[in-house]
């Protein structure tokens, strides 16, 4: 049975997934042997058989082994909870994994010492916790027992779930009785209970309930709880594990929070499912709702640049990457229960730890036999959005591979519940392995003391989730849906459509009518190559259409240092004042301004060329004389800086209906340490709209070395065999499909 | 002799020079066999003989072929010069480089095809330059022909010598004599006769300008060239190489413009000083003032960072480092010439390049043999400056290993010539690999065409070269001799006492008298390891005695993010305006301003905590209610936006006499990545200075863990038997030698 289960692991099998390795009979939930969580005891067997076999496991077991044995001897620190970042919330976050590692290891090297170790936590635990009343750090509304937030009492409990599952087996029933009445069994009513509200809805936070609740439930063997864990409250599948796998996911993946939030919540998805899948596994955990975890999983990844940093969409920190503890588990639990894909092993070798559980050793021990795997294929793709796959999504182009890897990002999801942003059709870009047209992210220092106790910043409020903090229009000054949650809350962007089969032309098209209130919004996004250009270029086609005039603003947050415009600016010199009172605009200070005048409108379209990085980027716009143009830094209104202070450049019109049209072309090199540099100039000189109508927008885009395209996209039906017909002056233009770009 | 030659460059003898490689009879100067100047007939028998042997030579040479290949038989390509930094002004220096390779390769290889490439370049110069006037873009006073400025002519004779030495022995007597008729004795002439003045002058242009006339001599068989070269042009040794070597240096081997423009002249100081041995050993240059090139290599290896960046003193580029290509040559060189250092080939394996000549064949072979050799020797090390050493220094203080380095620099050299800036006792310090309080270095984007051509733009006079640009004192918000170079140019600073023997209390200290009539300064900064930090901390003690009543201020340029003050703020949230009108305040927006107030005062000091990589930082200042403090940021009246906009804090007091003191403390760590972090709040809670008078300092620092320091400082003799004794209040301080440190 071991030497089979072993052959699995390595991947020679052709199942798809990977066999149950529970034991008992776990529909009846009957007293069953433990280990019974994420581990088992065929599991721990191979664990033991393969020590020394797996190096990337053997290093992280050995350090979380000399990292316990220094705190083996110490009594157990249970203080009473006081603080909510301070040192009793620290010491019970560190109780909690030193407990569930310390089951590990009395399993894997069967040393009594480390079970004790749990025992005696436990034993203090089920002292305090029978005490405790409100937290006294809880916000009202929410409050914890042994945290200040329920949250975290999740986070705890099934971590230490496990623990005690580890040592189950070498406990008397009298000191099961105690720890299950005086811990487990009134944190799990905590939870799903006085939490119950919580427990049911659909969101992050209620995974990790239903996980904590579930796991406790298995491990005491209760099916009453796993089932609430698994189908909610009313035991109705209204709610639970199962719908949340339905709920919070698009069938093709994609985790309506964004990436940021999805890392938090695959970690619980991927834990609870394992443990379902050794208990029940009749219940086909690992190939619900088509093997939604999987697609999930994938999904996180490819919303990943170059370096492993999360797009960062929404409310989201831009140090958050693939290496994060939280990514770590899923991408070893899916490698081992989804079939071996090995493109997978290339991210645990840039992680740099496995798991410590069987599904780590597992994919040490397949890196162990493939040393170099395939590179991740990070691809152009597109993910819908919302259950159904109905509330609009996002789009990935990419050209190129690793540093050289451009990424154009498009967001046209729903908001994405309390963490979303104002950002409807908003832009990213990559390239060098860097961020070069940004999103805030979201103004936190996670867990800085200093900084309002590690928690979101007033300024995440006021500028990150407004509008004008991302590179999409904002019209009126005013940020998408007025900056109502509860407006935004329901309503989404639209796909138009996406087109990828020519490398040289790939294209995406999003639209809005949601988010302003009588203007549609149509964006349009080509990532071009040609063989007069060293790199992809970005075309980039914003059209705005309305009854009524408005104020339409178009921002590039850029970084790196402004080299060269052909506008006539107006510097703010000695007195700098912010660009507006408010949107987030109260936090722009404008330090230029820049008016079309006759030398850009000779040179036929709006240049500005900067350096960043080991490369020079130029963004070529269609203007005329009434474009208004705003450079402006963030750090207005700003107290307490709380802001990082980075530039941008505002292209502002005042216009019924309107349409931005834009090539932002990478160009040659900078290397100060050779003091070299080349092609510091574009070779893109111009782009104008020819046309833009219902049918379709006509944008001609000329260059150096003989570059003049055109670039036709339908408006109305994204119909591949559709025809498309615009006049533009004395010229005609007629294209078959949705998009299409003419090398002349 | 080439077995024993080749033992030799094996490092297998123990001379401390490399012995000659010349021939023929080169005192007399009469007709001698070619090459002889890089290379000698037996140094290329040498090469021969080792090629395949010492991997990086052979990359460096596959590549070098590989890339001269392509263009083998292209036509010469020798255009009548137009441009500054254009296509004619990069052609002339593409075929430099390419002219003096295929020489090379013409040698190594014996193909003649490459002898036929230069010799066509030869005939085309030759036709080209008898016609030249002065060249359409020279600045007036400094009028080049070939290229804009003489120095280009002096870089393009160097590499062209060479080519032409290289084929020599392919030439005939006519086809010699028209290419020095047309082209190397107008050459020489224009460097040495029209540009007489700047020829003689003790500047790294100079150092070209002889390194070339003296090459060309040499190639030519003339030896009146060549004693202009080494002597002057009244070859009387009052000018010329000889000269140049020790008037440039301090004794130790202190480049006097610092290291970036070190790394600039090193490259002729090794080519010429190479070329002098090989012809005229018995004149032993490498022996010469003590070994200088030896001494002036290490002084460059010793003023960089962990990452081999120079620190950015004076006007310099921050991104240039060691692995820049003309300081490969003067390491390759040193190593080859100077009895084999096996810690310089640390320096060649992170440079990852050598230099394509016999002494890059050295340590290539060496490195071959030494795969992971012994790390350059990081020290704590002082060095004077002036010819003989009596103009002051630079102070660096070093504590541990890798990315944990820590640097403290201060600088007290004299001006610098042309290039230097008003920064007397400016500090700077380095952590985690990186510059944490900085200097901007110059403002200029070299190379850049949109950039006024890669010049030095405006704001490098305005601001990178005033004393608000550095962390020093600047009275009376003007910069340091009033920012007036004919001042500035014959006065320095001076040396006041650098002790090191301790490693948990290094400490130098030095004074300026100079900078501001009136006003004295002592600074003095110790790096302080102790069991209570986690890591060393500086402490800073500035001290400032006048008569009469200034304003002091005392910035902090920091790099990174703001956590936290003990001062109380006002922002400045909706109106900026810079600190001040001219001497680089102007440049200076005032973000917010703090006061102590009586908070601040019950802390006991004034405290700013920022976050910059993975570490905190915190300044704990004594301070008083007079004291006013300023977070300013670069970026006012930089109407082109040439300026980084980074943030500073400034200490401001009013006073006759005052003194600034400070601990600089790393602390506690921060990963985005894994959302931990600790030690956000610092150990030292408060400096206070006791008591300052003509005899000493006493400055008292407290903090958690038990810190209770105080550190004493001689202001009189820094005799290190020297009995110091201060009262402070009602306690009477006393001790022995120029500092000392006492923890309670």
């Known amino acids: 049975m071991i030497k089979n289960l072993f052959a699995l692991a390595l991947g020679l099998a052709s199942l798809a997934t990977f066999p149950p390795l529970a034991m008992g009979d776990p529909t009846s939930l009957a007293p069953a042997q433990h280990p019974r969580l994420m581990l088992t005891p065929d599991g721990v067997a191979l664990i033991r058989a393969n020590l020394g076999k797996a190096p990337l496991f053997d290093a992280s077991l050995a350090e979380t082994k000399a990292s316990l044995d220094k705190i083996l001897n110490d009594s157990p620190d249970v203080p009473v909870p006081k603080d909510a970042s301070g040192p009793t919330q620290q010491r019970h976050a560190r109780n909690e994994s030193e407990m569930r590692n310390a089951g590990f290891l009395y399993q894997v090297t069967g040393d009594t010492r480390y079970a004790a170790f749990v025992k005696a936590r436990l034993e203090s635990y089920a002292k305090l916790y029978p005490t405790l009343g409100v937290h006294p750090a809880s916000k009202e509304n929410n409050p914890g027992r042994l945290f200040w937030q329920p949250l975290n009492e999740a986070n705890w409990l099934v971590d230490v779930s496990q623990a005690y599952d580890c040592i189950y087996e070498t406990l008397s029933p009298e000191e099961r009785t105690r720890f299950e009445t005086n811990i487990f069994r009134p944190m799990v009513q905590f939870i799903s209970e006085i939490h119950g509200k919580e427990f049911n809805i659909m969101h992050n936070h209620a995974t990790w309930f239903v996980s904590a609740v579930g796991m406790a439930g298995y491990v005491m063997g209760d099916q009453s709880i796993v089932k609430k864990a698994l189908y909610g409250t009313k035991m109705d599948g209204s709610a639970g594990f199962f719908r949340q796998m339905e709920e919070l996911f698009s069938p093709d993946g994609y985790y309506c929070e964004g990436p940021y939030y999805a890392r938090y919540a695959l970690m619980p998805f991927f834990i609870f499912a394992e443990v379902i899948q050794n208990n029940q596994p009749e219940l086909k955990v690992f190939e619900r709702h088509g093997e939604i975890l999987r697609k999930s999983l994938f999904a996180l990844l490819q919303q990943t640049d170059s370096e492993g940093n999360f797009f960062p969409l929404n409310d989201s920190m831009k140090e958050m990457n693939y290496r994060s503890g939280s990514v770590i588990l899923p991408v070893n639990e899916a490698y081992t229960r989804y079939g071996h894909d090995p493109s997978l092993l290339s991210i645990v070798l840039a992680e740099g730890r496995v798991s410590l559980d069987l599904a780590g050793q597992v994919v040490a021990l397949a890196l162990a036999a493939t040393p170099n795997p395939p590179p991740f294929p990070y691809a152009s793709v597109e993910y819908s959005d919302g259950p159904e796959g109905s509330g609009g999504g996002i789009g990935i182009l990419r050209s190129g591979l690793g540093k050289d890897l451009s990424v154009a990002v498009m967001k046209y999801t729903s908001l994405g519940m309390g963490h979303g942003h104002y950002d409807k059709l908003a832009l990213e870009y990559y390239d060098q392995g860097r961020e070069i047209l940004t999103d805030y992210g979201s103004v936190r220092f996670v867990n800085v003391e200093q900084k309002f106790g590690g928690r979101y910043l007033p300024e995440n409020e006021t500028y990150a989730k407004q509008t004008i903090a ?176 980075e530039p941008a450049i505002i292209l502002r019109q005042k216009a019924t209906n309107h349409v931005f049209a834009s090539a932002i072309e990478p160009h040659g090199s900078f290397d100060g340490a050779k003091e070299s540099t080349s092609g510091s100039f574009p070779v893109i000189r111009s782009v104008m709209v020819l046309a833009s109508t219902g049918e379709g927008t006509v944008v001609r885009i000329t260059g150096e070395r003989g570059i003049r395209w055109t670039l036709l996209i339908a408006n109305d039906s994204p119909d591949p065999s559709a025809k498309h017909l615009v006049k533009a002056d004395e010229k005609t233009f007629s294209w078959v499909g949705p998009a299409k770009i003419v090398k002349e």
């Open 470 to 645: 991302h590179n999409t229009v904002v019209v009126d000054e005013s940020s998408h849906y007025s900056g109502n949650y509860n407006t935004a809350k329901s309503l989404h962007s639209a796909k138009g459509f996406f087109q990828t089969p020519d490398p040289d032309f790939q294209v995406m098209s999003a639209t809005d009518t949601t988010a302003v209130p009588g203007v549609a919004m149509r964006r349009t996004v080509a990532m071009v190559r040609d063989k007069a250009l060293d790199h992809p270029v970005i075309l980039d086609v914003f059209r705005l259409s309305s009854e009524k005039e408005h104020l339409y603003d178009y921002p590039f947050h850029f970084m790196g240092q402004f080299m060269e415009s052909n506008l006539t600016r107006t510097p703010h010199l000695t007195e700098q004042h912010p660009l507006g009172e408010g949107n987030g605009y109260q936090h722009l200070w404008v330090e230029s301004e820049g008016a079309i005048t006759e030398s850009t409108e000779k040179a036929g379209s709006l240049s500005f060329t900067w350096l960043d990085g080991n490369r020079y980027y130029t963004i070529t716009s269609a203007a005329d004389p009434s474009t208004q143009v705003f450079f402006t830094r963030i750090g207005a209104n700003d107290p307490n800086f709380n802001l990082r202070h």
